[in-house]
């Protein structure tokens, strides 16, 4: 008889078609374990993770993984209510069906919802299996970071508990970067033998150099012969844009650059306020582009926008970077010096660092780049391309990744 697949259940608020990078990341990694021989099954929602209008079906095969879809998990993010009472009933189901599920080897759980962490350690201690924690941001580091709470409250003492109780019984702890990897290690030390450090990956199946003169997204949007600045993906308040607003409003009378902000999230209200108070004819907003569409909207770009408040680093890492990168696009990146990115960009020579608050700086410097030849802006870009392709593409990465999974799991029950 064959030998019985080793069966790893992964859980995540968010997964394909949800253009969420998170949920892009769990699919990946679902699929590569499928392809390398496991069962693998996924709890995630049934709802849009930015838009809960949107309903995906109950269950479905994706590209051999078994996708079981929960109702009333996801209310959108309207409100801190709103999002606690989705990510609560998404746990308390995922809790349910991972102690129903038949014999299970691994456990695979990131910090999508905050408190997702708890469903892997319960269903771990319970059915006695290994389980894998990736950290895609910590808290409530960040939000004590935004002055949600304080770092004595109850809640964030109650968060760094369960943060700890996670730590201790996780087989292997997955960070985004060494500043992630270090704040961890101030809440369970020493780590050194679960730790492993890897960044996320571009999603380079949505991915693909398109053509300026071949872009359909240009003309759709009356962007054609622009300079286009586009920040694109989640817009959070971790991810500060007011320096990039206030540029746009210095550079509104050059009629050739134009500020793209794409996607959604909380902050994006920021951006929309703008537009309608200013009125600036170089600043446009649109929704998150269909996955399919993606390709198109991120090619549009010139330069690529990425923000990350100071106080951010080791808890965020902004996924949208590598996306820049593997497009060979600049970088423009509005954040601490001593960041990942900030290392990243000194090293490969991709782009610009900026610290908030520097508006006359980045107005400068955009005009500069703007100025820049074809060629010269392009050879800029190329350095990150060649960056993602020796050591951050996705086979690399996510084969890395599965390595670790797949070196923890057990004879399971």
Known sequence: MPEEKKHLLLV?????????????????TAEEMARRGWEVTVLTSGNGYDDPSQK??????MN???????????????????????????????????LLLKRLDSILVT??????????????????VPFNFWVMDLNPDQAIAQGIVSETSLPAKI??????????????VI???????????????????????????????????????????????????????????????????????????????????IFAFVGGGKAKEEVNHFIEKEGPPNVISLP????????????????????????????????????AMSLAK????????????????????MGWQIDHGETELLVQTIRDAAAMATPELQAIGDQGRAKILSSLSREHLCGEFCEVISTTSSSGR
């Open 111 to 128: 910090t999508s919802p905050p408190i997702g962490g708890m469903v892997g350690w319960l269903i771990s201690v319970l059915r006695g």
């Open 330 to 349: 600049p970088v423009l990146y509005l954040g601490p010096k001593g960041s990942h990115i900030g290392e990243v960009i000194e090293e490969a020579k």
């Open 288 to 323: 998150y582009q269909p996955l399919d569409q993606i390709k198109y909207s991120l090619s549009a770009a010139d330069i690529h926008l990425v923000s990350m408040g100071e106080p951010m680093i080791g808890c965020v890492h902004p996924c949208k970077f590598y996306g």
């Open 175 to 257: 960070a985004m970067d060494r500043f992630m990897a270090k704040n961890l290690e101030k809440k369970v030390s020493p780590l050194d033998d679960k730790m492993h450090i890897i960044a996320p990956w571009p999603m380079e199946d949505a991915l693909e150099i398109i053509p300026k003169e071949k872009n359909p997204f240009l003309e759709k949007h009356g962007l054609t012969g622009k300079f286009i600045l586009m920040y694109s993906g989640n817009h959070s308040p971790v991810h500060p844009l007011s320096t990039f607003l206030k540029a746009a409003q210095e550079l509104k009378d050059d009629e050739r650059i």
């Open 12 to 28: 995540t608020q968010v997964y394909l078609p949800d253009p969420a990078s998170v949920g892009q990341h769990m699919a990946d």
């Open 56 to 61: 995906f079906p109950a269950r479905e095969q």
């Open 159 to 172: 968060f760094n508990w369960l943060n700890r109780r996670l730590l201790n019984r996780s087989t292997a």
């Open 64 to 98: 051999g993984v078994d996708v079981i879809r929960l109702p009333f998990s996801s209310f959108g993010k309207k409100t801190i209510a709103h999002r606690l009472a989705g990510q609560s009933l998404f746990c308390l189901q995922a809790i349910l069906r991972g």
